[in-house]
Antibody, heavy 121, light 110 residues
Framework: QVQLQESGPGLVKPSETLSLTCTVS??????????WSWIRQSPGKGLEWIGY???????NYNPSLKSRVTISVDRSKNQFSLRLNSMTAADTALYYC?????????????WGQGTLVTVSS | NFMLTQPHSVSESPGKTVTISCTRS????????VQWYQQRPGSSPTTVIY?????PSGVPDRFSGSIDSSSNSASLTISGLKTEDEADYYC?????????FGGGTKLTVL
């Protein structure tokens, strides 16, 4: 059973860059059968897809966030990471890392427990 | 870009059947698969339906999904409602550049 664990700072100052890491166990980010995504959920609100990465390093980002987002993969550590720059209060959210269903990029079948990120000075 | 619109909330009694709709604003609902996720308070979302009408292993057959091209919408139907079904439900689909979630529907089983 795949497990995903997000890690990173819980508090970020406005204008700074958020860096989060997702550590994968029970599976491999080097598998060609899966895509690895970041999704966030603002307090009391719905879900927003941020972007995904494939083991080759190919990425796709939400157009509304594309100018501020970078997702990378570290196959040696079995991790993938999110960087989101120019943070504002609107970026305060619970950030999830996810694994796609086998052979798809559009169905998220394993989710981490999420890590809460607050943007405040 | 497109949006997925869901009712904010629905409620029904135990043992009854409820249907949650998800309407796509532009582009055909049939052009890309629709997924449905259940999120209980304090928990991460889990998949109850993928690829319009497929159930992951472990999801009871009380959960079913469908699409209707005439209304450009997808539906999640839960029959034989149980109190444990009380949760938020999100539909999700995609296009060539984006993955989009509906705003979520709070299901109350009372």
């Amino acid at each position: 059973q795949v497990q995903l664990q997000e890690s990173g700072p819980g508090l970020v100052k406005p204008s700074e860059t958020l860096s989060l890491t997702c550590t994968v166990s029970g599976g491999s980010v080097s598998s060609g059968s899966y895509f690895w995504s970041w999704i966030r959920q603002s307090p009391g609100k719905g879900l927003e897809w941020i972007g995904y990465i494939y083991y080759t390093g190919n990425t796709n980002y939400n157009p509304s966030l594309k100018s501020r987002v970078t997702i990378s993969v570290d196959r040696s550590k079995n991790q993938f990471s999110l960087r989101l720059n120019s943070m504002t209060a609107a970026d305060t959210a619970l950030y999830y890392c996810t694994k796609s269903r086998w052979g798809t990029y559009y169905a998220f079948d394993f989710w981490g427990q999420g890590t809460l990120v607050t943007v405040s000075s | 870009n497109f949006m997925l619109t869901q009712p904010h909330s629905v409620s029904e009694s135990p043992g009854k059947t409820v249907t949650i709709s998800c309407t796509r604003s532009s582009g055909s609902i049939a052009s890309k698969f629709v997924q449905w996720y259940q999120q209980r308070p304090g928990s991460s979302p889990t998949t109850v339906i993928y690829e319009n009408n497929q159930r992951p292993s472990g999801v009871p057959d009380r959960f079913s999904g469908s699409i209707d091209s005439s209304s450009n919408s997808a539906s999640l139907t839960i029959s034989g409602l149980k109190t444990e079904d009380e949760a938020d439900y999100y539909c999700q689909s995609y296009d060539s550049s984006n993955q989009v979630f509906g705003g979520g529907t709070k299901l109350t089983v009372l």
